[in-house]
């Protein structure tokens, strides 16, 4: 009963995300970090019963009569997260979008916002959505199993820098092989050539993976938290289902993307490998921002190909795939203006409408 009643709710659930097109924007406010961080920016939370807005306080202005005021900045998304939110928190709010992969589609998930918001602490971290996913995804295949449902559950971990592609889990001096997209047009789906792959037959692996990740990090730079700040880190999970009674078959895909810090740094500011970084950088995010502006426009032409981090995610933006974007921000004044950009940016992408997916679930012997 209790795996009728989830699969239902999962059918359920994605009938809603059909109705309200396919791409989701929820913003994350982190906390200050203890004393230090006292200069907080003028934020409030209007509607805290539905917690989808937020409203910023701009810079002082003067006015010639010398009074000084504040201009509101409104934001709206699908759910806005305060301060004193928990992981826990907002896996809650994503577990049914993480759980669709496993009924066949491609999904993706984002963390997008300046250095220092809370990308690798909502992704990343022990207690973040990559550990918290692929723990829930593996009781939902336990529980499927008594459906005759077989799954496969196979990750990796990558980086994007500098428009290269490396595998997060290969030692750096080992890291000879190119790593190479390649995509099934068929099948929707992408793997990556020489790229390793962990079986994850026991949910503990991911721990094992996210730590290696992190260690291979710092190996390839002195400053590895800069560098992590500077490169994409995306957590592919790869899910295979078929049912052992009926023959209907599944192949799903999770991506979790840590990006690069938002903030633009000035061309001015940066010379030599820093330019090349920095324009990597602002080239890669405003591709994705095209790209999923050519979905919402229905347009002919998705311009996948104008960056790797694009490239590589092509099946799983737009056409059979759902995509979530976090917009994370700092709670302070000194960041009010990037804070401002990046939920510009979110607003953008938050009234784009992308339509319907479709799974990939297949009847045996269907087409
Ligand atoms: P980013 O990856 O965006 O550069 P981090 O996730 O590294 O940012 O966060 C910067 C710092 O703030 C880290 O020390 C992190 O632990 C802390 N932090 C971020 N978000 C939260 C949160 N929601 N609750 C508590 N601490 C947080
Ligand atoms: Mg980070």
Redesign the pocket.
Known sequence: KLIKEETERRVLFNKYQELKGNIRVMCRV??P?GALEEDRAGMSFPDEKTSAEIVLAGPEERSSLGVVSRKNYPFEFDRVFMPASQNEEVFGEISQLVQSALDGYNVCIFCY?Q????????MSSDDGMIPRATHMIYDTITKLKEKSWEYTMEGCFVEVYNEELNDLLVPNERNAKKLEIRHDEARKQTTIINCKTVKLSSPDVVETMLSEAQKNRSVAATKANERS?RSHSIFILKLVGKNLATGEQCEGTLNLV?LA?SERLKHSQAEGDRMKETQNINKSLSCLGDVIEALGRGSGHIPYRNSKLTHLLQYSLGGNSKTLMFV?VSPLEVHLKETLTSLRFATKVHNTHIGTAKSTKKIKGGD
């Open positions: 982190r906390p970090l916002g250095t220092g918001s809370g990308k690798t602490h909502t700040s840590d810090g994370m």
